[in-house]
């Protein structure tokens, strides 16, 4: 309860005028952009992370539930909290640092997306994720709900440019998760925060991705007098491999209450429109949106235009921004529904929608991610007529029933919050359920933050998925396993997942002889749906025979993991999260997972995610077993985002000394070229500072060789010769040789740092690091170094000479001697505590062996 | 007409909180109280019984610096300003009006000599029996919310006032043929003295008479606190001071009092007796940097070109859409490197007249523009609004700038 003396303390921490407590004050706060509401018992705004983690110990301690608030523009009820306290954190409002030199900014929680846009814009960079909402829509919001943006078609959602996060656990403890350098040891607590909806932890500063922006951009009106042929231009541009920076729909409705408030050029007597846009080096675009046109036209568009200037294009996005505000004109009133379905279901979907919404005489507008497959029916009425109020929320309910019929979700980007709550049940089992309850009973075991969101209680409708998805079943290699996994729970054996086997050393030793668990019987594609770009498949399959069958359409699995041969099964892929320096266009693991089906400890086969590329619902358990390293569970299927091959890969390589081939690469990395990947190796090892570097690029043949040619000026700038321009597989990539020699080496460490630290801690570390190979991927602030021998004190030293730079180190392969005295993570961090904490609760047999976890168990 | 009218209205806000990004207020505080959601929410409860008439909605009601820019982001369009005022007046009635409130309405606004003597007296510091006076006129902003302490906000405070000096009357010009009623606002005859000299000698440049009107405050003060008869007293008095037939235009060199006497109708609705003498002069008010951009007289040329930008007062751009005019004419100027101001409509804290209650809030909200001009670079800030003037020369010296204010007469003449 909120006593007297809680406001007191409060008070005493923020200062008088920062707590709010009176009747008006919290009716302030009692709403968000849903239409949930709720009176709050107080509000309090802190200024800093220390003020901020002494409130939640207050609360805590009084047992008083509280929610972090952004700016309250969610649409799903998610900073609605009746007597619990709000923590406002709009005094957060600073950008710490940008930095374009490795890529990456730092921001504090409050300041708004567009904010952070308008500060990098000079600088030539940009932040990928761009809600509509983005000039009122705070970061921290936008982590809490994983939001999505037109952009995110292109380049993925919150999780996928969130590098780090600081923030405070439910307990007051303040830890620090990731940051510039990639890929920290562990789990990655920063993907299961994101979309977490305020219920882990209260993110204070976070640490995000910039991106170069692109020479050049075309973005196109399509005009349709139907609005299914709308929709099956967008699954013809996706089927052809094209991937357009944005693929946005709006209906005749939205159309015309957009028009009534803003003069966009939207044509009024339209059914539907399309806003295309695609971005990159100037050559090739063109070419790119010709055949854009020409799919459209094929598929019936009344006509397509593109915006000739710079006023008009923003005129055409200002419209699209703004329409959920503009259907107000309509009615005082809309529920936003966020169902997500396969992009060649959204035909079938948007015809589902109209004839529910006929049924209730609810009317209805549409204005989505399209190519997404996200959609966005905006459900028309008056909230003060309690009648039309039950309607609505009827039709809603049975548009996302529809929707999880088609394979969908239930939301794509809107989160849960309080309003999806029962709908959870639509998508997943109790058992699904109870894994995400043990994520958040690891974080909050007193359920005092953001309580009574994202996970519905146990109830009736636990049963509601299996009468909905028909996808439920399983083969005989799932159930030997589960009844393998269910008896080593009662004679306590320890497992350890091993997919194919070829990767076992992973991790430190642990103190029992774990029994390994192979994939082998999960080697089949299970749906390949080669339109859509997705593709399910079980985690035995190996990486060669699903690029095989991928390229039958031209696609591939955009991943090139080192040392991984081809026959690596994609279990261990992903559970290792192994990837190679193509990162830099590709992302890696983590970003092209969907959805993933595993065996936890109890012997339950849980789902986490889905089959469509844009899912927020429920926890992130995907990208929390992404790099888990079999510590959590066994992962039986996966279903993955695969892309078009590349039509050329192309590679430039000049030599010189580390230092020139560093600023070189600095150069390009400022630029807005877009390389796949940047690698300096020494041409001959062991011998004067004599290196090699590689940039690659990859994708359409014209701009790959534009993009060569203005890297080529770019070393001449640096007063540097390419000695060769090459072409190179795109299966298999450039560095198959280097990975080989580094793989026969005793002892792998990979260490990662902001990209413009490596060569400085490369020099750093030199005396420690005897005889070695190096490869530097300077694109990613990675170093892979094979060496022969590694003293304890040397290894101990370079991972705090990383660890001085803000990066990490980690030992991939070492002999079983050094493990025993060593922990291959290198020294404890703060953020391992709650690792541990997961691991526990989520393997409360200990079932899985712990060696993948960082800090020895 | 109590707030219950305006349901439908106020019912429009579906809560998107677009809104928030361009409210000064919400911007310098962060706090949902201080924006359009936040404002039309409370109304909302009130309507719906969850919350009553009482002292905790002072603040978010007279906060506002109904300077419409939530309006123009909002895609339903909804007044909230002119809602803001409605529940304003409301307010008075139900939880009342203070006494410092008819001191500054009744008494001091409509007669300009006794305003002038009474600022003065209190500036001096001479008679601490004035406290109530000082608290009255702190209420309008030119003068700063605490007027002893005013040194901090005006300069130098004149001995005299603009109309000592020039007195009501008919003054002849160099101009061709315009008749130009001069309609001296508050500010510029308190205060910004300068500028109103700059403005009377442009005039007497453009016209063929000058007709310094002997009008007294405009009444938007009241106005925008919410006390519609106040207004009213004012706008009919000086009704009958700017009904002359001899002029063709009433021109004014604030757009504050410009912005308000064009909307002089809307004070006396169809019907009522003084109607069609508030259209015909409603019809007449011209802002003075319209009048310039028409007119513009010819200047000297600078030897040393100077960097200038330019503030758009709220009563200008949202108020009567002047917002090419002020730029091509600087942009004209000779000798003048014209630079635009990041977020140069952004309201500068002063609003006009009548306004933020609180000196810390508009101190922040002066803040953030001064962090924008520092950007620019300019040696000149440019604005039409004396209340503008001042709470910017106010700013400038705050952050050490040595960036000088100026109304645009100033800078032509
Ligand atoms: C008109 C309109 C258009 C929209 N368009 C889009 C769109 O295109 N794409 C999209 O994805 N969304 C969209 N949204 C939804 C909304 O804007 C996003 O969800 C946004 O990210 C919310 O940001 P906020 O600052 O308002 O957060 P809030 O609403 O304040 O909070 C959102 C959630 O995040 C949590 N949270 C906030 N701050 C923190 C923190 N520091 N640490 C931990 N948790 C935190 C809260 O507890 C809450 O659960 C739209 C909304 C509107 C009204
Ligand atoms: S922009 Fe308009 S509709 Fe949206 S919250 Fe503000 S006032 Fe309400
Ligand atoms: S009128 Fe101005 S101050 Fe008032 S709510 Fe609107 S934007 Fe904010």
């Known amino acids: 309860m909120i006593t007297d003396l809680l406001i007191e303390k409060l008070r005493g921490i923020v200062g008088k005028s920062h707590v709010l407590a009176g009747r008006a004050g919290t009716e302030l706060y009692s709403y968000d952009a849903s239409l949930a509401w709720g009176q709050p018992g107080i509000v309090v705004f802190p200024a800093d992370t220390p003020a901020a983690a002494a409130i939640v110990s207050a609360a805590s301690q009084a047992g008083v539930a509280c929610v972090p608030r952004g700016f309250g523009t969610n649409l799903s009820g998610g900073t609605v909290l009746p007597e619990g306290i709000i923590i406002c954190l709009s005094r957060f409002n600073r950008i710490l640092g940008i930095y374009p030199k490795s890529r990456h900014a730092v921001v504090q929680p409050g300041v708004t997306n567009l904010e952070l846009q308008t500060a990098l814009a000079p600088l030539n960079f940009f932040y990928a994720p761009d809600p509509a909402s983005q000039k009122v829509s705070t970061l921290g919001g936008n982590i809490g709900e994983n939001s999505g943006g037109p952009r995110c078609l292109k380049y993925g959602v919150t999780t996928n440019h969130v590098l780090g996060l600081e923030m405070i656990l439910p307990d007051g403890e303040i830890i620090r998760t990731g940051g510039a350098a990639l890929d920290p040891p562990g789990y990655d607590l920063r993907g299961a925060i994101i979309g977490s909806e305020g219920t882990l932890g209260i993110v204070t500063e976070i640490t995000v991705r910039i991106l170069p922006a692109h020479a050049a951009i075309v973005t196109m009106l399509a005009i349709y007098d139907d609005i299914g042929a709308a929709a099956r231009s967008v699954s013809a541009i996706i089927g052809a491999g094209i991937v357009p920076t944005t693929l946005e729909m709006m209906d005749a409705p939205i159309i015309q209450a957009v028009e009534d408030s803003y003069a966009c050029g939207y044509p009024r007597d339209a059914a539907a429109v399309l806003i295309i846009e695609v971005e990159g080096p100037a050559a090739g675009l063109e070419h790119q949106a010709q055949n854009i046109r020409e799919l459209c036209m094929q598929n019936n568009c009344r006509e397509i235009n593109a915006a000739k200037n710079d006023a008009e294009r923003n005129r055409l996005w200002e419209g699209r921004r703004g329409a959920f505000g503009a259907v107000a004109r309509l009615a005082p009133s809309y529920l936003v529904n966020d169902c997500s379905v396969s992009r060649t279901k959204l035909p079938e979907a948007l015809a589902r929608v109209t004839e529910i919404s006929e049924r209730y005489e609810i009317p209805h507008g549409n204005v989505f991610h399209a190519g997404d497959g996200n959609l966005h029916p905006l459900l028309l009425f008056d909230s003060r007529d309690a009648e039309q109020m039950k309607r609505v929320k009827k039709a809603g309910w049975e548009i996302m029933e529809a929707c999880v019929q088609l394979g969908g979700t239930i939301s794509g980007e809107h989160g849960i919050g309080v309003e999806k709550l029962a709908a959870m049940h639509m998508i997943f089992s109790r058992e699904d359920l109870d894994f995400q309850q043990g994520l958040k009973d690891a974080f909050d075991p007193c359920n005092l933050l953001n309580p009574g969101k994202v996970i519905p209680a146990p109830g009736p409708d636990d049963r509601k998925k299996a009468e909905l998805s028909k996808t439920g079943g399983h083969g005989a290699a799932v159930t030997a396993l589960i009844q393998t996994i269910q008896s080593a729970g009662i004679e306590k054996q320890v497992l350890l997942p091993v997919g194919n086997g070829s990767r076992r050393e992973f991790g430190n030793l642990s103190s029992e002889m774990p029994f390994p668990l192979g994939s082998s019987g999960l080697d089949d594609i ?18 060669e025979k699903l690029q095989d069958e991928l390229q039958v359409h031209n696609q591939w699995l955009p991943l090139r993991p080192p040392f991984a041969t081809l026959a690596h099964s994609l279990g261990g892929l992903a559970a290792t999260a192994a990837c190679g320096p193509e990162r830099m266009v590709y992302g890696s693991v983590r970003d092209l ?17 889905g089959r469509v590329v844009k899912n927020v619902a429920g926890y992130d358990i995907t990208r929390l077993m992404v790099g888990s390293a079999g510590t959590l569970g066994m992962i039986t299927e996966m279903t993955l985002k695969v892309a078009t091959l590349p039509e050329r890969c192309c590679a430039l390589t000049a030599q010189g000394s580390l230092d020139t081939l560093a600023g070189a690469a600095a150069r390009i990395i400022e630029s807005n070229l877009w390389p796949a990947c940047i690698v300096a190796v020494p041409v001959e090892p062991q011998e004067a500072d004599y290196w090699e570097i590689s940039i690659g690029f990859e994708g359409i043949g014209k701009s790959v060789e534009s993009q060569v040619e203005q890297a080529n000026r770019l070393l001449q700038e640096k007063s540097m010769q390419s000695i060769g321009v090459q072409d190179y597989d795109p299966i298999n990539g450039r560095f198959n040789e280097q990975y080989q020699v580094l793989d026969g080496f005793d002892f792998l460490l990979r260490a990662n ?16 690091l005897p005889l070695h190979y190096p490869f530097l991927d300077l694109g990613n602030g990675r170093a892979l170094l094979g060496l022969e021998k590694f003293a304890n004190a040397d290894w101990l030293n370079f991972a705090d000479l990383s660890a001085e730079r803000a990066g990490h180190a980690f030992l991939e392969k070492a002999p079983v001697e050094f493990k025993k005295e060593n922990d291959v993570f290198g020294r404890p961090r703060p953020e391992w505590g709650i690792m541990h904490r997961l691991k526990n609760v989520l393997d409360p047999g200990h079932i899985f062996d712990p060696g993948g976890l960082p800090g020895k168990a | 007409m109590d707030i219950a009218t305006y349901y439908d209205d106020i019912s429009q806000c579906n809560k998107c909180g677009f809104c928030q990004v361009a409210c000064p207020i919400f911007r310098s505080t962060g706090h949902e109280s201080g924006v359009a959601r936040g404002r039309l929410a409370l109304l909302r409860a009130i309507i719906e019984g969850r919350l009553e008439w009482g002292a905790d909605i002072e603040e978010p009601l007279f906060d506002c610096l109904l300077c419409g820019a939530c309006t123009a982001n909002c895609f339903p369009a909804i007044p909230t300003a002119d809602l803001v005022l409605k529940a304003r007046s409301e307010y008075l009635e139900k939880v009342g009006r203070k006494s410092i409130h008819r001191l500054l309405f009744d008494h001091l606004l409509p007669y300009p000599r006794r305003l002038h003597w009474a600022a003065r007296a209190v500036a001096l510091g001479k008679n601490s029996g004035l406290s109530d006076v000082a608290q009255a006129l702190g209420l309008l902003r030119i003068f700063g919310r605490n007027l002893p302490k005013a040194n901090e906000i005006v300069e130098r405070f004149p001995h005299r006032a603009f109309r000592d000096t020039n007195k009501p009357g008919v003054y002849a010009g160099r101009g061709r043929s315009l008749r130009v009623g ?11 003295q300068d500028a109103g000299n700059a403005t009377l000698q442009l005039l007497n440049k453009i016209a063929k008479e000058v007709h310094i009107l002997d009008n007294c405050c405009c009444g938007l003060p009241a106005w925008s606190y919410g006390d519609m008869e106040a207004a ?15 002029v063709d235009v009433i021109v004014t060199d604030c757009s504050s009092c410009a912005s308000f006497l064009k909307k002089y109708a809307n004070l006396f609705p169809p019907g009522h007796r003084l109607h069609d003498n508030a259209v015909f002069v409603a019809g007449r008010v011209r802002d003075m940097v319209a009048l310039l951009f028409d007119n513009q007289p010819h200047t000297a040329v600078r030897k040393d070109p100077l960097t200038v930008t330019y503030h758009d007062p709220c009563h200008a751009a949202r108020g009567q ?25 952004w309201c500068c804290g002063g609003a006009g007249s009548y306004a933020v209650a609180h000196h810390e809030l508009s101190r922040k909200v002066l803040d953030r523009k001064m962090d924008n001009l520092k950007t620019t670079g300019a040696d000149i800030l440019v604005t039409s609004c004396p209340a503008c003037v001042i709470q910017l020369s106010f700013g400038v010296r705050r952050h050490g700038l040595n960036t000088q204010v100026r109304h645009i007469s100033q800078l032509i003449s």
Not at chain 2, 182 to 192: A, L, R
């Open chain 2, 232 to 246: 009213q007293r004012l706008a009919e008095k000086n009704l009958s001071a700017l009904a002359s037939r001899e």
């Open chain 1, 753 to 768: 740092v902001p990209i413009d630290q490596l060569v400085d801690l490369f020099v750093a570390g030199q005396p420690s």
């Open chain 2, 182 to 192: 001069y309609f001296v606002g508050c500010g510029v005859d308190v205060i910004t």
């Open chain 2, 321 to 345: 859409g002047i917002v090419r005019e002020p730029r091509e004419i600087l942009k004209s100027l000779p000798g003048i490197n014209y630079k635009e101001l990041p977020e140069a409509d």
């Open chain 1, 526 to 543: 299970i749906e390949y749906d080669p339109s859509n770009q997705v593709v399910t498949i079980g985690s035995g399959l190996s990486l």
């Open chain 1, 593 to 609: 997972m969907l959805g993933l089906r595993f065996i936890n400890g109890r012997g339950q086969l849980i789902t986490a995610g």
